[in-house]
């Protein structure tokens, strides 16, 4: 390897390390970004913005971060027990999900108003159903006999790029509720600007990951 392909390797590396490490920072800087205007507690719809910010925004970003090779916390475990973790906090993040839905559901049926009128509301109901589907589907690569009859490389490959779509699914449920009276309410000017960047930095870096490790696995086969 030339120094010039090891400067250029080194690069990458940091760049990646950067991004993802960023990444960590702005999904936990949001959902307390979040938590403050909602204050969870305070009233019913209130655990309906907290619970889906930290659902799509928190644990889904954190379990995709666990297999990347530059800036995940869990780096040195291995491939099984990373999947594991990953599964975990899917679970964790269907969970806040269905809450967060049932409160929203529950808060509109309290006040007697129509339920998934808006685009926001109709692509959050979505992104739960998926994301929920999306955990099941990936129980085979945890618990091997379950995937008879089936390539667990394809599974793999499936379940990446499933997830992928999921993700972006969960950013735009995000990105759509920034645009709610609720949130434009409370929030304007910089600080909506920022609200839109967090959301938006994540998806771009999971993407990044997830297409690159697809494309070097695709470049190692051929």
Not at 16 to 41: D, M
Request: with cysteine; net charge positive.
């Amino acid at each position: 390897m030339t120094q010039t392909a090891q400067s250029e390797h080194w690069i990458y590396g940091f760049t990646r390390f950067l991004f993802g490490s960023l990444t960590h920072v702005i999904s936990a800087v949001f959902t307390l970004f979040i938590a403050v205007l909602a204050r969870p507690g305070s009233s019913l719809f209130s655990w309906h913005p907290f619970l889906m910010t930290l659902a799509f925004s928190f644990l889904m970003t954190e379990a995709v971060l666990l297999f990347s090779p530059h800036s995940s916390p869990v780096r040195k475990l291995p491939h099984k027990t990373k999947g594991r973790l990953h599964w975990m906090l899917q679970c964790m993040c269907v969970t806040c999900a269905g809450l967060g839905l049932g409160a929203i559901c529950y808060n509109k049926y309290l006040n007697d108003k129509p339920h998934f009128t808006s685009w926001h509301g109709l692509v959050g109901l979505i992104t739960v159903i998926v994301v929920g589907v999306q955990s099941l589907a990936g129980l085979p690569l945890i618990y091997i006999k379950l995937a008879k009859g089936w390539s667990l490389a394809k599974l793999k490959r499936y379940h990446a790029v499933t997830g992928l779509l999921t993700y972006l699914l969960g950013s735009g449920s995000l990105l759509l509720g920034l645009w709610s009276a609720w949130f434009t309410g409370l929030v304007n000017g910089l600080a909506w600007y920022f609200a839109v960047f967090c959301p938006s930095l994540s998806a771009l870096v999971i993407m990044s990951q997830v297409t690159s490790a697809y494309l070097a696995r695709k470049q190692m086969k051929s």
